[in-house]
């Protein structure tokens, strides 16, 4: 018979002995005699790359994934047609996008880099910097209420002309002319995503600068932010070009379910209806979108306006729905 230490050496050797192990004795061997390397690492998606941007703004967690077909050199094949995304708030994102990127590799054979840029780990989602980096700045805000009705001063706003130049001056170039010099990122199109105050960066970009992307795609934007700033002066000032964009640009609006929408369920307590009510659309979203829509159909710049109401979801849940119905669209050329 052979030793139980010369049977584990085979087993390394030749995985037809594994045919003699029933599953019992394999896992009295796991348990009983063969030691388990525990040391961890983090965990790791092939075809992807991150780095700490250290700025004078504070550190950015910026995260890229390229198509697995590409392989580890990032070397597309002559003639595809690439497609770019860039996210905000990727640390609470990128994943989820690299996911529904892969999905349609696989099913379409389309060709997608994702660009996350976020916000170095930490126990929070959602970086308190997003206030300022995400939103444009005013003369003066109407700040949130806090819990007890008085005007939060633990946030702070508009910084988002800085943020965006910081984009396009360092991630954008080092990203299409350094990691992928040979994928011809140019050419493509390039879609940009955010969420809530990701929305109103995403719809800011739009209206200051509609150039920069191919197709904006915006979650449960808050339109009506800082007493409608959007509209007033973003809006008004972009439908006052004298040319209209060119090449014209596509948008994708998604929001979920409203509070006066809501219904309440059995077995919900009053914590949990009070924590769905919290959560949940609020009311002016959905009459919000539907305005801007109606305003920038017919405008020359516009190339195509989707939307889309995700019934049962609230305004965190509809980022994922949003974000992935809204990539689909994008990536397989529909906006």
Sequence with gaps: LLSLHVMLRCLTRAR?????????????????????????????VPNTLEWLAKTKR???????????????????????????VYLVDGNAYFFTAVDVSRRLEYLNSTRTVVVGIGY?????????RRGPD?????????????????????????EANE???????????????????KANLHTGRKALFGHSYGGIFTLNTMFTQPELFNTYIAASPVI?????????????AFLARDKPVDPPFSLALT?????S????????DDEKWYKRQNCAEDDKMKPSATALVSRLKDCPSVKKIWTREFEGEDHGSVAVTGLQQGLMQFILGKI
């Design 163 to 181: 943020f965006l130049d910081w984009i396009k001056a360092d991630v954008m170039p080092y990203v299409e002319d350094t990691l992928f010099p």
């Design 120 to 128: 170095p780990p930490s126990k929070y989602v959602y970086d308190f």
């Design 134 to 158: 995400l939103t444009p700045p005013a003369d003066e805000y109407d700040m949130p209420l806090d819990r007890y009705g008085k005007p939060r001063t633990d946030i702070s706003f508009g």
């Design 255 to 259: 929001w979920g379910t409203g509070k």
């Design 261 to 268: 929408e809501l219904v309440r369920d059995p077995d919900d």
């Design 58 to 84: 504070g550190d950015y967690l910026v995260q890229v994934a390229w198509p697995l077909c590409w392989g580890e050199d990032r070397v597309a094949s002559e003639n595809e047609v690439v497609n770019l």
């Design 224 to 236: 009506w932010w800082n007493k409608d700033f959007l509209i007033r002066e973003r809006e008004t």
């Design 16 to 44: 037809p002995l594994l045919s003699l192990l029933t599953p019992r004795s394999l896992i009295h061997i796991h348990n009983k005699t063969m030691t388990t390397d525990h040391s961890h690492g983090h965990a790791r």
